[in-house]
Protein backbone atom coordinates (compact mmCIF):
# COMPACT_ATOMS: atom_id res chain seq x y z
CA UNK A 1 0.00 0.00 0.00
CA UNK A 2 1.39 2.98 -0.87
CA UNK A 3 0.96 6.58 0.72
CA UNK A 4 -1.71 9.01 -0.34
CA UNK A 5 -0.68 12.46 0.71
CA UNK A 6 -2.57 15.82 0.00
CA UNK A 7 -1.06 18.88 -0.51
CA UNK A 8 -3.69 21.56 0.96
CA UNK A 9 -3.79 25.54 2.16
CA UNK A 10 -7.00 27.00 2.13
CA UNK A 11 -5.67 29.75 0.65
CA UNK A 12 -5.38 30.15 -2.82
CA UNK A 13 -2.19 30.96 -4.78
CA UNK A 14 0.22 29.99 -2.15
CA UNK A 15 2.33 27.28 -4.28
CA UNK A 16 0.26 24.05 -3.56
CA UNK A 17 0.01 22.79 -7.76
CA UNK A 18 3.27 24.02 -7.72
CA UNK A 19 3.97 21.90 -4.59
CA UNK A 20 2.78 19.15 -5.75
CA UNK A 21 4.29 18.70 -9.06
CA UNK A 22 7.47 19.21 -8.21
CA UNK A 23 7.33 16.78 -4.93
CA UNK A 24 6.07 14.25 -7.55
CA UNK A 25 8.69 14.48 -9.90
CA UNK A 26 11.28 14.45 -6.73
CA UNK A 27 9.89 11.24 -6.55
CA UNK A 28 9.72 9.71 -9.39
CA UNK A 29 13.63 10.99 -9.75
CA UNK A 30 14.38 8.98 -6.89
CA UNK A 31 12.84 5.85 -8.44
CA UNK A 32 9.43 5.66 -6.70
CA UNK A 33 6.18 5.33 -8.79
CA UNK A 34 3.82 8.42 -8.08
CA UNK A 35 0.97 9.66 -9.47
CA UNK A 36 -0.23 13.05 -9.31
CA UNK A 37 -4.19 13.58 -8.84
CA UNK A 38 -5.28 16.79 -9.64
CA UNK A 39 -8.12 17.13 -7.65
CA UNK A 40 -9.46 20.73 -8.26
CA UNK A 41 -12.44 20.00 -10.82
CA UNK A 42 -13.73 22.46 -12.46
CA UNK A 43 -10.21 24.85 -12.32
CA UNK A 44 -7.97 22.16 -12.75
CA UNK A 45 -4.02 23.14 -13.35
CA UNK A 46 -1.80 20.49 -12.55
CA UNK A 47 -2.07 19.31 -15.91
CA UNK A 48 -0.85 22.67 -17.53
CA UNK A 49 1.95 23.05 -14.83
CA UNK A 50 3.10 19.78 -15.42
CA UNK A 51 3.27 20.38 -18.99
CA UNK A 52 1.06 17.49 -20.02
CA UNK A 53 -2.75 19.64 -20.89
CA UNK A 54 -2.93 18.84 -24.53
CA UNK A 55 -2.89 14.66 -23.44
CA UNK A 56 -5.94 14.61 -21.57
CA UNK A 57 -8.28 12.68 -22.79
CA UNK A 58 -10.36 10.97 -19.48
CA UNK A 59 -10.33 12.59 -16.84
CA UNK A 60 -10.86 11.75 -12.33
CA UNK A 61 -14.51 12.47 -12.99
CA UNK A 62 -14.77 9.66 -16.15
CA UNK A 63 -12.92 7.30 -13.75
CA UNK A 64 -15.16 7.96 -11.07
CA UNK A 65 -18.42 7.77 -13.25
CA UNK A 66 -17.09 4.05 -14.90
CA UNK A 67 -16.95 5.72 -18.48
CA UNK A 68 -12.98 4.70 -18.57
CA UNK A 69 -10.67 2.38 -16.77
CA UNK A 70 -8.72 3.74 -14.15
CA UNK A 71 -5.42 3.11 -15.94
CA UNK A 72 -7.24 4.50 -19.30
CA UNK A 73 -6.69 8.22 -17.52
CA UNK A 74 -3.34 8.02 -16.25
CA UNK A 75 -1.24 9.97 -18.02
CA UNK A 76 2.30 9.44 -18.38
CA UNK A 77 4.83 11.68 -18.40
CA UNK A 78 7.63 10.61 -20.74
CA UNK A 79 10.10 12.93 -19.31
CA UNK A 80 10.40 11.39 -15.74
CA UNK A 81 10.33 7.55 -15.01
CA UNK A 82 7.20 5.81 -12.99
CA UNK A 83 5.07 9.02 -13.21
CA UNK A 84 2.05 9.68 -14.08
CA UNK A 85 -1.08 12.03 -13.87
CA UNK A 86 -4.82 12.04 -13.24
CA UNK A 87 -6.54 15.06 -14.35
CA UNK A 88 -9.15 16.60 -13.33
CA UNK A 89 -12.52 17.61 -15.50
CA UNK A 90 -12.49 21.19 -16.48
CA UNK A 91 -16.25 21.22 -17.53
CA UNK A 92 -17.47 19.88 -14.39
CA UNK A 93 -17.29 21.09 -10.47
CA UNK A 94 -16.42 19.96 -7.65
CA UNK A 95 -20.23 18.47 -6.79
CA UNK A 96 -19.18 15.78 -9.46
CA UNK A 97 -17.64 13.21 -6.85
CA UNK A 98 -18.02 12.64 -3.22
CA UNK A 99 -15.84 12.34 -0.26
CA UNK A 100 -16.55 8.09 -0.61
CA UNK A 101 -15.80 7.92 -4.58
CA UNK A 102 -12.66 9.50 -3.59
CA UNK A 103 -11.66 7.72 -0.80
CA UNK A 104 -12.10 4.52 -3.48
CA UNK A 105 -10.36 5.81 -6.20
CA UNK A 106 -6.93 6.88 -3.56
CA UNK A 107 -7.28 3.81 -2.16
CA UNK A 108 -7.63 1.96 -5.67
CA UNK A 109 -4.14 4.07 -6.75
CA UNK A 110 -2.51 3.53 -3.69
CA UNK A 111 -2.65 -0.12 -4.55
CA UNK A 112 -0.61 0.53 -7.48
CA UNK A 113 1.73 3.31 -6.75
CA UNK A 114 4.10 4.21 -3.79
CA UNK A 115 2.54 7.79 -3.70
CA UNK A 116 -0.48 9.28 -4.46
CA UNK A 117 -0.19 12.91 -3.86
CA UNK A 118 -3.55 15.16 -4.26
CA UNK A 119 -3.20 18.48 -5.48
CA UNK A 120 -6.15 20.24 -2.95
CA UNK A 121 -8.24 23.25 -4.46
CA UNK A 122 -8.12 26.43 -2.37
CA UNK A 123 -11.15 26.77 -0.15
CA UNK A 124 -12.85 24.44 2.13
CA UNK A 125 -15.95 23.19 0.79
CA UNK A 126 -17.09 20.09 -0.95
CA UNK A 127 -13.35 20.28 -2.99
CA UNK A 128 -11.14 20.10 -0.20
CA UNK A 129 -13.71 17.34 1.35
CA UNK A 130 -13.28 15.42 -1.45
CA UNK A 131 -9.49 15.79 -1.42
CA UNK A 132 -8.79 15.06 1.60
CA UNK A 133 -11.10 11.86 2.39
CA UNK A 134 -8.66 9.06 1.13
CA UNK A 135 -5.59 10.86 2.33
CA UNK A 136 -3.32 9.22 4.93
CA UNK A 137 -0.78 12.78 5.45
CA UNK A 138 -1.01 15.96 4.73
CA UNK A 139 1.02 18.58 3.61
CA UNK A 140 0.10 22.22 4.63
CA UNK A 141 1.31 24.59 1.84
CA UNK A 142 1.74 28.45 3.31
CA UNK A 143 3.70 31.83 2.67
CA UNK A 144 4.96 34.24 4.89
CA UNK A 145 1.65 36.41 5.18
CA UNK A 146 -0.40 36.98 7.72
CA UNK A 147 -3.47 35.73 5.69
CA UNK A 148 -2.16 32.72 4.08
CA UNK A 149 -1.24 31.27 8.06
CA UNK A 150 -4.22 31.86 9.08
CA UNK A 151 -5.70 29.89 6.59
CA UNK A 152 -2.94 27.43 7.22
CA UNK A 153 -4.01 27.37 10.67
CA UNK A 154 -8.08 26.92 10.01
CA UNK A 155 -6.78 24.05 7.35
CA UNK A 156 -4.42 22.37 10.38
CA UNK A 157 -7.26 22.19 12.81
CA UNK A 158 -10.02 20.78 9.77
CA UNK A 159 -7.14 18.29 8.92
CA UNK A 160 -6.89 17.06 12.77
CA UNK A 161 -11.03 17.27 13.22
CA UNK A 162 -11.06 14.43 10.04
CA UNK A 163 -8.14 12.39 11.38
CA UNK A 164 -5.22 13.57 9.72
CA UNK A 165 -2.89 14.40 12.20
CA UNK A 166 0.67 15.91 12.33
CA UNK A 167 0.48 17.35 8.93
CA UNK A 168 3.64 18.77 7.73
CA UNK A 169 4.50 22.31 6.61
CA UNK A 170 6.02 23.73 3.67
CA UNK A 171 6.90 27.44 3.89
CA UNK A 172 6.68 28.94 0.16
CA UNK A 173 8.47 32.26 -1.42
CA UNK A 174 9.95 33.17 1.41
CA UNK A 175 12.42 36.05 0.18
CA UNK A 176 15.06 35.79 3.09
CA UNK A 177 16.28 39.89 2.69
CA UNK A 178 13.03 40.71 3.64
CA UNK A 179 12.86 38.35 6.33
CA UNK A 180 16.16 39.90 7.43
CA UNK A 181 14.86 43.49 7.10
CA UNK A 182 11.96 43.02 9.57
CA UNK A 183 9.69 43.24 6.30
CA UNK A 184 8.27 39.54 6.34
CA UNK A 185 7.19 36.98 8.43
CA UNK A 186 9.98 34.97 9.88
CA UNK A 187 10.15 31.15 9.79
CA UNK A 188 10.04 30.52 13.81
CA UNK A 189 7.07 33.22 14.10
CA UNK A 190 5.26 31.23 11.71
CA UNK A 191 6.27 27.66 13.50
CA UNK A 192 4.88 29.39 16.74
CA UNK A 193 0.88 30.23 15.64
CA UNK A 194 1.03 26.80 13.26
CA UNK A 195 2.94 24.28 15.40
CA UNK A 196 3.70 21.75 13.35
CA UNK A 197 6.23 20.14 11.79
CA UNK A 198 8.33 22.11 9.22
CA UNK A 199 8.82 19.58 6.36
CA UNK A 200 10.99 22.71 4.06
CA UNK A 201 11.38 26.47 2.99
CA UNK A 202 10.94 27.24 -0.45
CA UNK A 203 12.95 30.45 -1.72
CA UNK A 204 10.91 32.64 -3.77
CA UNK A 205 12.84 31.87 -7.45
CA UNK A 206 12.13 33.55 -10.45
CA UNK A 207 12.80 30.29 -12.39
CA UNK A 208 9.40 29.01 -10.55
CA UNK A 209 7.46 31.34 -13.05
CA UNK A 210 9.41 30.30 -16.03
CA UNK A 211 9.31 26.52 -15.44
CA UNK A 212 5.72 26.76 -14.61
CA UNK A 213 4.61 28.40 -17.73
CA UNK A 214 6.90 25.98 -19.66
CA UNK A 215 5.47 22.81 -17.81
CA UNK A 216 8.59 21.58 -16.58
CA UNK A 217 9.08 21.19 -12.79
CA UNK A 218 10.93 23.19 -11.44
CA UNK A 219 13.04 20.41 -9.14
CA UNK A 220 14.81 19.19 -12.47
CA UNK A 221 16.41 22.86 -12.17
CA UNK A 222 19.92 21.99 -11.32
CA UNK A 223 20.68 25.46 -10.55
CA UNK A 224 17.50 26.84 -8.69
CA UNK A 225 17.33 27.65 -5.24
CA UNK A 226 13.98 26.58 -5.29
CA UNK A 227 14.69 23.23 -6.98
CA UNK A 228 17.42 22.68 -4.25
CA UNK A 229 14.31 23.14 -1.70
CA UNK A 230 12.27 20.54 -3.44
CA UNK A 231 14.98 17.81 -3.24
CA UNK A 232 15.47 18.32 0.30
CA UNK A 233 12.35 17.96 0.72
CA UNK A 234 11.51 15.26 -1.47
CA UNK A 235 14.57 13.51 0.64
CA UNK A 236 12.94 14.12 3.65
CA UNK A 237 9.31 13.09 2.43
CA UNK A 238 11.75 9.48 1.68
CA UNK A 239 12.12 9.38 5.76
CA UNK A 240 16.05 10.76 5.14
CA UNK A 241 16.98 13.06 8.03
CA UNK A 242 17.82 16.20 6.34
CA UNK A 243 19.06 19.43 8.53
CA UNK A 244 17.12 22.27 8.42
CA UNK A 245 19.79 24.52 6.74
CA UNK A 246 17.89 27.16 7.23
CA UNK A 247 17.28 27.34 10.65
CA UNK A 248 20.01 26.65 12.07
CA UNK A 249 22.05 29.65 10.24
CA UNK A 250 18.70 31.28 9.32
CA UNK A 251 19.74 33.51 6.22
CA UNK A 252 22.92 32.41 5.91
CA UNK A 253 22.47 29.29 4.10
CA UNK A 254 20.37 31.61 1.30
CA UNK A 255 23.10 33.63 1.28
CA UNK A 256 25.91 31.48 0.75
CA UNK A 257 23.88 29.79 -1.65
CA UNK A 258 22.90 32.67 -3.58
CA UNK A 259 26.32 33.64 -3.56
CA UNK A 260 27.20 30.24 -4.99
CA UNK A 261 24.88 31.44 -7.69
CA UNK A 262 26.08 35.14 -8.45
CA UNK A 263 22.55 36.05 -7.25
CA UNK A 264 22.90 38.57 -4.45
CA UNK A 265 23.99 41.00 -6.81
CA UNK A 266 20.30 41.44 -7.83
CA UNK A 267 18.91 43.71 -4.76
CA UNK A 268 15.29 43.53 -4.01
CA UNK B 1 -42.22 60.12 -13.83
CA UNK B 2 -42.75 63.60 -16.25
CA UNK B 3 -39.78 62.77 -18.02
CA UNK B 4 -40.83 59.31 -19.73
CA UNK B 5 -44.33 61.24 -20.84
CA UNK B 6 -42.76 60.94 -24.10
CA UNK B 7 -40.32 58.41 -25.36
CA UNK B 8 -38.40 58.21 -28.71
CA UNK B 9 -38.44 54.31 -29.53
CA UNK B 10 -36.74 53.16 -32.79
CA UNK B 11 -37.76 50.14 -34.25
CA UNK B 12 -36.50 48.24 -37.51
CA UNK B 13 -39.37 50.19 -39.18
CA UNK B 14 -38.43 53.63 -38.10
CA UNK B 15 -39.01 55.94 -34.91
CA UNK B 16 -42.09 56.01 -32.83
CA UNK B 17 -43.27 58.36 -30.23
CA UNK B 18 -44.81 56.92 -27.45
CA UNK B 19 -46.47 58.57 -25.17
CA UNK B 20 -47.27 57.54 -21.70
CA UNK B 21 -51.36 56.99 -21.12
CA UNK B 22 -52.22 59.11 -17.98
CA UNK B 23 -50.71 62.06 -19.89
CA UNK B 24 -52.80 65.26 -20.66
CA UNK B 25 -52.28 66.44 -24.07
CA UNK B 26 -50.80 69.79 -22.15
CA UNK B 27 -48.04 67.47 -20.51
CA UNK B 28 -47.29 65.69 -23.62
CA UNK B 29 -47.03 69.07 -25.45
CA UNK B 30 -44.75 70.42 -22.85
CA UNK B 31 -42.43 66.77 -22.61
CA UNK B 32 -42.21 66.94 -26.18
CA UNK B 33 -40.75 70.66 -26.13
CA UNK B 34 -38.59 69.55 -23.12
CA UNK B 35 -37.37 66.83 -25.30
CA UNK B 36 -36.65 67.76 -28.37
CA UNK B 37 -36.16 71.62 -27.89
CA UNK B 38 -32.40 71.03 -26.61
CA UNK B 39 -31.65 69.16 -29.70
CA UNK B 40 -33.59 70.56 -32.32
CA UNK B 41 -31.39 70.30 -35.09
CA UNK B 42 -30.59 66.68 -34.31
CA UNK B 43 -34.74 65.64 -34.63
CA UNK B 44 -35.41 68.44 -37.81
CA UNK B 45 -36.30 66.11 -40.90
CA UNK B 46 -36.75 63.41 -38.87
CA UNK B 47 -39.43 60.85 -40.18
CA UNK B 48 -41.85 59.38 -37.64
CA UNK B 49 -43.49 56.57 -38.23
CA UNK B 50 -46.59 56.96 -35.61
CA UNK B 51 -47.29 57.49 -31.31
CA UNK B 52 -48.43 55.03 -29.50
CA UNK B 53 -49.08 54.22 -26.39
CA UNK B 54 -51.97 56.98 -24.86
CA UNK B 55 -55.21 57.13 -27.38
CA UNK B 56 -55.74 60.10 -28.83
CA UNK B 57 -58.79 61.67 -30.61
CA UNK B 58 -58.04 62.95 -34.29
CA UNK B 59 -57.80 66.30 -33.00
CA UNK B 60 -55.65 65.42 -30.58
CA UNK B 61 -53.74 63.73 -33.25
CA UNK B 62 -54.15 66.33 -35.92
CA UNK B 63 -52.76 68.83 -33.30
CA UNK B 64 -49.40 66.85 -32.24
CA UNK B 65 -49.05 66.20 -36.07
CA UNK B 66 -49.10 69.46 -36.58
CA UNK B 67 -46.71 70.42 -33.52
CA UNK B 68 -44.11 68.01 -34.77
CA UNK B 69 -44.26 69.24 -38.23
CA UNK B 70 -44.41 72.96 -37.80
CA UNK B 71 -42.65 73.30 -35.07
CA UNK B 72 -39.64 70.73 -35.07
CA UNK B 73 -39.44 70.08 -38.87
CA UNK B 74 -40.46 66.11 -38.69
CA UNK B 75 -42.77 64.80 -40.79
CA UNK B 76 -45.58 62.29 -39.46
CA UNK B 77 -45.67 59.19 -41.92
CA UNK B 78 -48.65 57.33 -40.34
CA UNK B 79 -52.51 58.71 -40.46
CA UNK B 80 -55.04 58.66 -37.04
CA UNK B 81 -56.36 55.59 -38.10
CA UNK B 82 -53.37 52.97 -38.50
CA UNK B 83 -52.17 54.59 -35.07
CA UNK B 84 -52.67 51.37 -33.54
CA UNK B 85 -51.69 49.28 -36.20
CA UNK B 86 -48.22 49.50 -36.53
CA UNK B 87 -46.93 49.65 -40.54
CA UNK B 88 -44.48 46.21 -39.29
CA UNK B 89 -47.49 44.70 -38.04
CA UNK B 90 -49.02 44.54 -41.90
CA UNK B 91 -45.94 43.33 -42.82
CA UNK B 92 -45.52 40.87 -40.47
CA UNK B 93 -48.58 38.94 -42.39
CA UNK B 94 -47.07 39.10 -45.56
CA UNK B 95 -46.00 36.15 -47.05
CA UNK B 96 -41.84 35.90 -47.00
CA UNK B 97 -40.36 35.75 -50.16
CA UNK B 98 -39.31 31.54 -50.03
CA UNK B 99 -35.64 30.61 -51.03
CA UNK B 100 -36.14 27.78 -52.92
CA UNK B 101 -33.22 24.91 -52.81
CA UNK B 102 -30.22 25.15 -55.20
CA UNK B 103 -27.65 22.82 -55.55
CA UNK B 104 -25.15 23.39 -58.27
CA UNK B 105 -22.89 20.45 -56.77
CA UNK B 106 -22.55 17.15 -54.65
CA UNK B 107 -20.09 18.15 -52.26
CA UNK B 108 -22.82 19.83 -49.89
CA UNK B 109 -23.55 18.87 -46.67
CA UNK B 110 -27.27 19.67 -45.28
CA UNK B 111 -28.36 19.29 -41.72
CA UNK B 112 -28.89 21.36 -38.30
CA UNK B 113 -26.12 23.72 -37.12
CA UNK B 114 -25.92 25.33 -33.61
CA UNK B 115 -24.21 28.64 -34.10
CA UNK B 116 -22.38 29.97 -31.18
CA UNK B 117 -21.82 33.08 -30.69
CA UNK B 118 -19.23 34.18 -28.46
CA UNK B 119 -15.96 33.07 -27.08
CA UNK B 120 -15.89 29.76 -25.14
CA UNK B 121 -13.87 29.96 -22.15
CA UNK B 122 -12.19 26.96 -20.02
CA UNK B 123 -14.56 24.89 -18.61
CA UNK B 124 -17.24 25.46 -21.05
CA UNK B 125 -18.59 22.06 -22.73
CA UNK B 126 -20.83 22.45 -25.88
CA UNK B 127 -22.28 19.09 -27.18
CA UNK B 128 -24.89 19.11 -30.00
CA UNK B 129 -26.11 16.33 -32.39
CA UNK B 130 -25.43 18.59 -35.34
CA UNK B 131 -22.69 20.44 -36.86
CA UNK B 132 -21.69 23.73 -34.93
CA UNK B 133 -20.00 27.06 -36.06
CA UNK B 134 -18.25 29.07 -33.41
CA UNK B 135 -17.92 33.01 -33.79
CA UNK B 136 -15.48 33.53 -31.49
CA UNK B 137 -12.15 31.48 -29.94
CA UNK B 138 -12.07 28.17 -28.30
CA UNK B 139 -9.81 28.86 -25.65
CA UNK B 140 -7.55 25.86 -23.57
CA UNK B 141 -9.70 24.27 -21.54
CA UNK B 142 -12.78 24.70 -23.44
CA UNK B 143 -14.74 21.98 -25.14
CA UNK B 144 -16.85 21.40 -28.07
CA UNK B 145 -18.20 17.84 -28.83
CA UNK B 146 -20.00 17.40 -31.76
CA UNK B 147 -21.83 14.76 -33.58
CA UNK B 148 -21.02 16.60 -36.89
CA UNK B 149 -18.28 19.25 -38.06
CA UNK B 150 -17.57 22.07 -35.91
CA UNK B 151 -15.98 25.53 -37.71
CA UNK B 152 -14.57 27.86 -35.64
CA UNK B 153 -14.54 31.44 -36.85
CA UNK B 154 -11.49 32.68 -34.54
CA UNK B 155 -8.64 30.59 -32.79
CA UNK B 156 -9.09 26.91 -31.73
CA UNK B 157 -7.11 26.54 -28.40
CA UNK B 158 -9.03 24.11 -26.52
CA UNK B 159 -10.51 20.54 -27.34
CA UNK B 160 -12.77 20.08 -30.73
CA UNK B 161 -14.32 16.59 -31.05
CA UNK B 162 -16.09 16.30 -34.43
CA UNK B 163 -18.11 13.09 -35.85
CA UNK B 164 -18.38 12.11 -31.85
CA UNK B 165 -20.99 9.61 -33.15
CA UNK B 166 -18.11 7.40 -35.14
CA UNK B 167 -18.35 10.40 -38.44
CA UNK B 168 -15.11 10.33 -39.80
CA UNK B 169 -16.01 11.89 -42.54
CA UNK B 170 -16.92 15.29 -40.06
CA UNK B 171 -14.33 17.82 -40.30
CA UNK B 172 -13.18 20.66 -38.15
CA UNK B 173 -12.18 24.44 -39.49
CA UNK B 174 -10.43 27.47 -37.81
CA UNK B 175 -9.29 30.59 -38.73
CA UNK B 176 -6.53 29.98 -36.59
CA UNK B 177 -5.68 26.22 -35.44
CA UNK B 178 -3.81 26.04 -32.08
CA UNK B 179 -5.66 23.43 -30.58
CA UNK B 180 -4.63 21.27 -27.22
CA UNK B 181 -6.39 18.55 -29.06
CA UNK B 182 -8.46 17.19 -32.25
CA UNK B 183 -10.59 14.59 -32.11
CA UNK B 184 -12.69 13.00 -34.96
CA UNK B 185 -14.46 9.80 -34.38
CA UNK B 186 -12.57 8.05 -31.81
CA UNK B 187 -9.25 9.31 -33.39
CA UNK B 188 -7.46 11.75 -31.03
CA UNK B 189 -4.45 14.12 -32.24
CA UNK B 190 -2.68 16.63 -29.82
CA UNK B 191 -1.07 19.41 -31.23
CA UNK B 192 2.74 18.02 -31.22
CA UNK B 193 5.26 19.11 -28.04
CA UNK B 194 7.34 22.18 -27.75
CA UNK B 195 4.89 24.92 -29.63
CA UNK B 196 6.30 24.56 -33.33
CA UNK B 197 5.50 26.75 -35.85
CA UNK B 198 2.16 27.78 -35.99
CA UNK B 199 0.28 28.52 -39.44
CA UNK B 200 -1.51 31.69 -39.78
CA UNK B 201 -3.86 30.45 -42.47
CA UNK B 202 -7.24 29.01 -41.72
CA UNK B 203 -6.89 25.31 -41.52
CA UNK B 204 -9.50 22.24 -42.01
CA UNK B 205 -8.32 18.96 -40.21
CA UNK B 206 -9.93 15.69 -41.46
CA UNK B 207 -9.38 12.16 -41.50
CA UNK B 208 -6.55 10.68 -44.20
CA UNK B 209 -5.68 7.13 -44.12
CA UNK B 210 -6.89 6.68 -40.38
CA UNK B 211 -5.32 9.67 -39.11
CA UNK B 212 -6.23 13.46 -38.57
CA UNK B 213 -4.31 15.69 -41.13
CA UNK B 214 -4.39 19.60 -40.49
CA UNK B 215 -4.15 21.30 -43.82
CA UNK B 216 -4.93 24.52 -45.29
CA UNK B 217 -7.95 24.52 -47.37
CA UNK B 218 -7.58 27.54 -49.35
CA UNK B 219 -4.94 26.22 -51.21
CA UNK B 220 -3.97 28.57 -53.54
CA UNK B 221 -3.02 30.93 -50.71
Known sequence: MGEVIVVTSGKGGVGKTTTTANIGTGLALKGKSVVLVDADIGLRNLDVVMGLENRIVYDLVDVVEGVCRQRQALIKDKRFPNLYLLPAAQTKDKNAVNPEQMQKLTGDLAEEFDYVILDCPAGIEQGFKNAIAGANKAIVVTTPEVSAV??????????????????????????????????????????????????????????????????????????????????????????????????????????????????????? | MAENAVIFKGTKDGLYIILKEEMDLSTIKYNLEKKIKPSKRFFEGANIMNFKGKKLTQDEFDELKEIMEQEYGMTVIGSYNDKDYPVHEEHRGAKKPEILEQLPFDNVHKGEALIVRATLRSGQLIQYKGDVVVIGDVNPGAHIKSAGSVIVMGTVRGIIQAGANGDYGAFIVAYKMQPSQLRIGDIITRSPDGMGSKSDNPEIALVKQGMIVVEPYLKNR
Not at chain 1, 154 to 161: D, F, H, N, P, V
Not at chain 1, 246 to 266: I, M, P, Q, T, Y
Open chain 1, 150 to 268: RDADRIIGLLEASGLRNPMLIINRIKMDMVKRGDMMNIDDMIDILAIDLLGVVPDDDLIVVSTNRGEPVIAIEQSLAGQAYRNIVRRVLGEDIPFMNLESEDGFFKRVAKLFGLNKKKQ
